[in-house]
């Protein structure tokens, strides 16, 4: 099967895929507690402001009309109008997604960079002393929940130490790339050093768990690999040690793990939503968290149905890439 | 999406910049007054920063309800009315109001006020003003309109600069509505916009102008330097939320921000026992109870509902629970409000009473649910535990405590049938009127919103109520609130705080009405 038609395929079946998450999400909102005119209207104010507000808002329809409405929506990329603010949902939605993109993307930097070397060195040094900390530090990572550690995190290098702010994003990356593009060096090393000194501690808390992950990984990869009879002849062939380690060993440890830092990067930005809350980072999290809250059902539908096309489209991308790196994977 | 190239400049830095241009400038000004208005040269940078709960809705005065939207909105826009710190009524913009005849007031609109984009206000932009809110075909279904409940509209009167304003029937409450509602806004600027462009702009009359909004981050706003009073101390004042309590204290303690709101108690020696911050609380408009519905059993006798009041403790859940955060309650009406009785004490906790007034209820070995948010209120669920964990010792009464999410709990309460309540919930209810006629309508007569409680005689003492002129009203409530006390439809429980962390370079103190004023903050 060629690329393009295995790309084809999966995008219809992706198609599928959201469909059922836009129903699935469509459907919650319906068996979820709290009228929304009610939290958006005070105890209060007459029926028929009430009213008005519901007919408003659509409410007053039948289901099946409102669920074909919603759909003929989305196809235009309309979400609906945020109860809220009452903006378009989607422009809401949108904005918040360069702030999450920005945090996942810096959360799996931080996982690759920290485990990659510690799950080699977990594997070359089997059994010693480096061995047990690097497995020590990977399952007090994956126990570690992420609101805790984002908050100690917060207490010690904020509030005690006085190195990073608490919370925020004053900056995102695009300024100072587009300062950088408009040659506009000084502005941009302004952006750049205060988005990595915001993102930095976040960073850390949402890649913590995914580190241990792929540490482990890692590690457990490089051991199956390094007992393989390839392995063996290379090391017969007199190849240093180091290429062996390196070159051969590691780079089909990798394949496996391409797979996994690309799904974990669907999974952090829905994930992010704990830590988002918690650094207050104006990203799709702290705006599901606000939305659900105030019950503002058109974005929280939306960002769910943001999350998911996300999934779906990386699960396509991480398939494809991962047939290019390993060429004993065919597409079909 | 473009942004400030202002805000790449770390905050830090700038608070920096600002400490100490703030620390220079202090010097001279603490010789005058306290209250920052002394007409001196105001010193040029006083950047001040507000972190609340949520975000403003929208820039709107008139769309919306919620007091974070409120905080935001008081700094732009100005009422003819409104309050002072101590909750009592003062003019705004209008220099004098006087009752002309029942149903009909008239106020005096101050001269010499411009709008932020330096057009004079007028009376015909005031009349206009509570049109757009009373009035569906001026502007839009103001959430307002029942703010200003009973007022039908208000119009300029000819060649006087004066606005009188119409309600039908006596309306006694109608100042207290207009210190607390209805911004003033400019007519033909209204006009020319759209929705969504009056949801994103400000023009009003108050001390500070919108400079940039950034819809879910921030509200930055300036110095109006040609107010009508002097101007502000503030030069620049933002506005950012974070929902995490804990959140905002760690912003607080970090100097990112100056005031944060509601600081949970289990935060408040974090805060006090940091050089960067300290506590500021007020008693808030907010009271908590426990409502019991009257038409079902064990709730429906009298005895069993005063055998609840003294089963509790709540001097001890006011000082253990909440910290000292709160103030006991006997009665609906809290202190300083309209028609509170200052004869009314609360239950005394009684125990002994308490099962003594079970079984003359012939409830004995009632099992009973409470219903609870969690979260909602300051310490709702640790409240509702409390109550009914003293409940549940009465030898004679078991009780426990259902958690609940407030969203269905609230659309329960409201479907205007009794039968859809639980029995016996908690609930809060902030009235920023201080009226409390009004609270006692909502929440305690037969037709009231929220009310779990019907009774002929405090119905009719209510109508009554309504029309009479204030001193005899307010006797009346009062006479309604010792009734309550005894005919116990309700645990009475706590009045709520407001507890806010306040930087220690900002003079300021909270208020009743859980308005944050900027204008009143000087440095420290």
Redesign the interface.
């Known amino acids: 099967m060629s690329l393009s038609r295995f790309l084809l395929k999966r995008a219809l079946q992706g198609l599928f895929v959201i469909w059922g998450v836009v129903t699935v999400v469509f459907g919650l909102r319906f068996i979820s507690p709290g009228d929304p005119a009610n939290v958006l209207l005070p105890p209060d104010v007459s029926e028929s402001t009430r009213q008005q507000v519901v007919a408003e808002l659509g409410l007053d329809q039948p289901l099946y009309v409102q669920y074909l409405d919603y759909i003929a929506g989305l196809l235009v990329g309309d979400m609906g109008t945020s109860l809220v603010t009452k903006t378009e949902a989607s422009g809401r939605i949108i904005g918040k997604l360069p702030a999450t993109l920005e945090l996942a993307v810096a959360a799996t930097i931080v996982a690759v960079v920290i485990a990659i070397p510690l799950g080699v060195l977990s594997a070359t040094r089997r059994h010693e002393p480096a061995d047990y900390g690097a497995t020590v530090f990977s399952l007090a990572g994956i126990s570690t929940p992420n609101f805790w550690l984002g908050i100690m995190l917060i207490i010690v290098f904020a509030v005690q130490l006085n190195l990073f702010p608490t919370s925020r994003r004053p900056v995102g990356i695009d300024d100072g790339v587009a300062h950088l593009v408009a040659f506009q060096f000084g502005l941009a090393w302004n952006d750049l050093s205060t988005w990595l000194w915001h993102v930095t501690l976040p960073a850390i808390t949402l890649g913590t768990y995914f580190t241990a992950l792929i540490t482990r990984l890692t590690r457990s990869g490089m051991l199956e690999e390094l007992g393989q009879g390839y392995v063996r002849a290379a090391r017969a062939k007199g190849l240093p040690e180091t290429l062996v380690r390196y070159k051969h060993a590691l780079r089909n440890t990798l394949i496996p793990i391409i797979t996994v830092v690309g799904l974990q990067l669907g999974t952090l930005i829905g994930g992010a939503v704990i830590t988002e809350a918690v650094f207050n980072w104006p990203g799709l999290g702290t705006l599901i968290i606000n939305s659900i809250q105030a019950r503002d059902w058109p974005v929280v539908q939306g960002s769910i149905i943001v999350i998911g096309v996300g999934f779906v489209v990386l699960n396509i991308l991480v398939d494809a890439l991962y047939a290019y790196v390993n060429p004993q994977v065919t597409y079909d | 999406?473009s942004?400030d190239?202002r805000?790449?400049?770390?905050?830090?830095d700038f608070l920096k910049a600002a400490g100490g241009a703030a620390a220079t400038a202090s010097v001279a000004g603490c010789l005058g007054g306290d209250d920052g208005s002394e007409g001196e040269e105001q010193p040029d940078e006083f950047e001040v920063s507000i972190t609340q709960g949520?975000m403003p809705?929208?820039l709107d005065p008139h769309?919306h309800?919620e007091t974070p939207t409120d905080v935001v909105m008081l700094h732009a826009y100005e009422g003819v009315l409104s309050r002072n710190a101590d909750g009592q009524v003062i003019e705004k913009l209008a220099t004098e109001y006087e009752r002309v005849e029942d149903g009909q007031v008239r106020f005096s609109i101050r001269e010499d006020v411009q709008f932020h984009n330096g057009d004079d206000l007028t009376p015909e932009d005031v009349a206009y003003s509570i049109n757009r809110i009373v009035q569906e075909d001026v502007g839009f279904?103001s959430?307002q309109?029942?703010q200003l409940a009973g007022v039908t509209g208000a119009e300029a009167a000819d060649g006087e600069r004066a606005v009188v304003v119409t309600s039908d029937g006596l309306n006694p409450v109608v100042f207290q509505e207009f210190a607390t509602y209805c911004d003033v806004m400019q007519q033909s600027w209204v006009e020319d916009r759209s929705?969504?462009e009056i949801?994103k702009q400000m023009n009003g009359t108050g001390p500070f102008v919108l400079d940039d909004y950034t819809?879910?981050?921030e509200v930055v706003m300036s110095r109006n330097e040609d107010y009508w009073r002097d101007p502000a101390e503030v030069s620049q004042l933002t506005f950012?939320?974070?929902?995490?309590a804990?959140?905002r204290v760690?912003?607080l303690?970090?100097e990112?921000t100056d005031i944060v709101v509601n600081v949970p108690p289990q935060e408040v020696n974090r805060v006090e026992d940091s050089d960067a911050a300290r506590i500021a609380a007020a008693p808030s408009t907010r009271i908590i109870y426990n409502a019991m519905r009257y038409d079902v059993e064990p709730f429906s006798s009298q005895q069993f509902r005063q055998a609840m009041n003294y089963a509790i403790d709540l001097e001890s859940i006011v000082s253990n629970v909440l910290g000292g955060f709160g103030e006991q309650t006997g009665q609906p009406t809290l202190e300083g409000f309209v028609g509170h009785n200052p004869d009314v004490e609360p239950y005394p906790y009684d125990p002994e009473e308490a099962e003594r007034l079970v079984e003359e209820s012939g409830h004995a070995g009632a099992e009973i649910e409470l219903h609870t948010p969690v979260g909602r209120y300051l310490k709702d669920l640790e409240i509702a535990q409390a109550v009914a964990g003293y409940i549940d010792e009465l030898s004679n009464v078991s009780a426990s405590v259902n958690q609940r999410?407030?969203?269905?709990l609230?659309?329960e309460?409201?479907t205007?049938n009794i039968e859809d309540k639980p029995p016996w919930y908690l609930i809060g209810w902030g009235e920023a009127t201080f009226d409390g006629g009004l609270v006692i309508t909502?929440l305690l007569t037969t037709d009231g919103?929220?009310s779990s409680y019907s009774d002929e005689e405090i119905d009719e003492m209510m109508e009554q109520a309504g029309s009479q002129a204030a001193e005899e009203r307010e006797q009346t409530i009062q006479e309604v609130n010792g009734m309550l006390h005894e005919r116990a439809p309700w645990i009475y429980l706590n009045r709520q705080y407001s507890v806010y962390g306040a930087s220690e370079r900002i003079d300021w103190s909270a208020r009743s009405d859980e308005r944050i004023d900027a204008y009143a903050i000087s440095q420290q």
């Open positions: 999406m942004r190239t805000s790449s400049v770390g905050r830090r949520q809705s929208g769309d309800r279904a959430p309109r029942d929705k969504d949801g819809e879910d981050e950012t939320a974070a929902e995490e804990s959140t760690n912003q303690l970090n990112e999410d407030f969203g269905a609230v659309d309460l409201l205007g909502a919103a929220l």
